[in-house]
């Protein structure tokens, strides 16, 4: 297919579509692998990441987008974008160097979670444009350091050694909370962390709070237990009941032994009985 023809369909895509397509490229940030398609560079991602997410709140923020709700949803979507070629199903073959393989087109399109996808569609011009501007201004700027002027110059080297401190007081916090955790261990078990999330994936406030805690391992999560309450097959019942049925004759047949051998214990007694009052 020709790169007119991909420009074509993609100016015939519905505007809601192009929504999508902007949303997963530019903004959802799912992960993209780099392969060579072609001899050339290509970004390509797996279809459960698009699934996420189109199914997260990012996504349903936003206005004027087809609406996904579930899983096929999502699915059904990903596939109405196929025929627009903003991204068509690829094959992955072998490693050509690290971290890139190579990749192929395959004929038969449609979208599943568990294949690659490579992308057709640029990133968005604008931001990379802005991107590389920015990146060539502080390259500039730290080139012609020596030609700013002494305030900027005292600014910067006063905001370079405030940077300098924070990072020693995090690495230095870190120390002092394993001494306290080490000391603790040992005196007050089972230990005690001053700022228990320090390194948890939380806000930075949240970071400090609580002050100090317990170390306890968190609560082990319980296997879920299959319900009794699920179908059984005809033949794992049937099963069952010659169990229950076998069950049950075995103890009437129990029960009658028992009954025979105390009837046969008691006639034994009263012959005994009968012989010793002839004796007497």
């Given at each position: 297919?020709?790169?007119?023809?991909?420009?074509?369909?993609?100016?015939?895509?519905?505007?809601?579509?192009?929504?999508?397509?902007?949303?997963?490229?530019?903004?959802?940030?799912?992960?993209?692998?780099?392969?060579?398609?072609?001899?050339?560079?290509?970004?390509?991602?797996?279809?459960?990441?698009a699934v996420?997410?189109?199914?997260?709140?990012?996504?349903?923020?936003?206005?004027?987008v087809p609406?996904?709700?579930?899983?096929?949803?999502?699915?059904a979507?990903?596939?109405?974008?196929?025929?627009?070629?903003?991204?068509?199903?690829?094959?992955?073959?072998?490693?050509?160097?690290?971290?890139?393989?190579?990749?192929?087109?395959?004929?038969?399109?449609?979208?599943?979670?568990?294949?690659?996808?490579?992308?057709?569609?640029?990133?968005?011009?604008?931001?990379?444009?802005?991107?590389?501007?920015?990146?060539?201004?502080?390259?500039?700027?730290?080139v012609?350091?020596?030609?700013?002027?002494?305030?900027?110059?005292?600014?910067?080297?006063?905001?370079?050694?405030?940077?300098?401190?924070?990072?020693?007081?995090?690495?230095g916090?870190?120390?002092?909370?394993?001494?306290?955790?080490?000391?603790?261990?040992?005196?007050?078990?089972?230990?005690?962390?001053?700022?228990?999330?320090?390194?948890?994936?939380?806000?930075?406030?949240?970071?400090?709070?609580?002050?100090?805690?317990?170390?306890?391992?968190?609560?082990?999560?319980?296997?879920?237990?299959?319900?009794?309450?699920?179908?059984?097959s005809?033949?794992?019942?049937?099963?069952?009941?010659?169990?229950?049925?076998?069950?049950?004759?075995?103890?009437?047949?129990?029960?009658?032994?028992?009954?025979?051998?105390?009837?046969?214990?008691?006639?034994?007694a009263?012959?005994?009985?009968?012989?010793?009052?002839?004796?007497?």
């Open positions: 297919m020709s790169s007119q023809n991909m420009k074509d369909n993609h100016n015939n895509a519905p505007p809601e579509l192009k929504r999508v397509v902007d949303f997963l490229r530019n903004k959802s940030g799912i992960k993209v692998r780099t392969g060579a398609l072609g001899g050339k560079r290509v970004d390509y991602f797996k279809g459960k990441s996420k997410a189109l199914l997260s709140p990012q996504y349903a923020k936003l206005a004027s609406k996904v709700d579930s899983t096929e949803s999502a699915t979507l990903l596939h109405s974008l196929i025929p627009h070629t903003f991204f068509l199903r690829i094959a992955r073959g072998p490693s050509i160097s690290s971290g890139v393989k190579a990749v192929q087109i395959v004929p038969q399109q449609l979208f599943s979670p568990e294949e690659y996808y490579v992308w057709l569609v640029d990133p968005n011009p604008v931001r990379q444009l802005l991107l590389a501007v920015g990146m060539v201004a502080v390259v500039l700027a730290g012609m350091f020596p030609l700013w002027p002494v305030k900027m110059r005292i600014g910067v080297w006063y905001l370079s050694v405030a940077v300098l401190g924070l990072i020693a007081a995090f690495f916090l870190a120390i002092v909370r394993l001494v306290v955790w080490l000391v603790t261990k040992v005196v007050a078990r089972p230990g005690i962390w001053i700022f228990p999330n320090l390194f948890a994936d939380v806000g930075f406030v949240d970071s400090f709070i609580p002050a100090w805690g317990w170390d306890v391992p968190p609560p082990k999560k319980s296997r879920s237990k299959k319900s009794s309450s699920s179908p059984t005809p033949e794992k019942s049937h099963k069952k009941k010659r169990r229950a049925k076998g069950t049950h004759a075995d103890a009437e047949e129990l029960v009658e032994e028992a009954t025979e051998g105390a009837a046969h214990e008691e006639g034994g009263r012959i005994e009985e009968i012989l010793d009052e002839e004796e007497e």
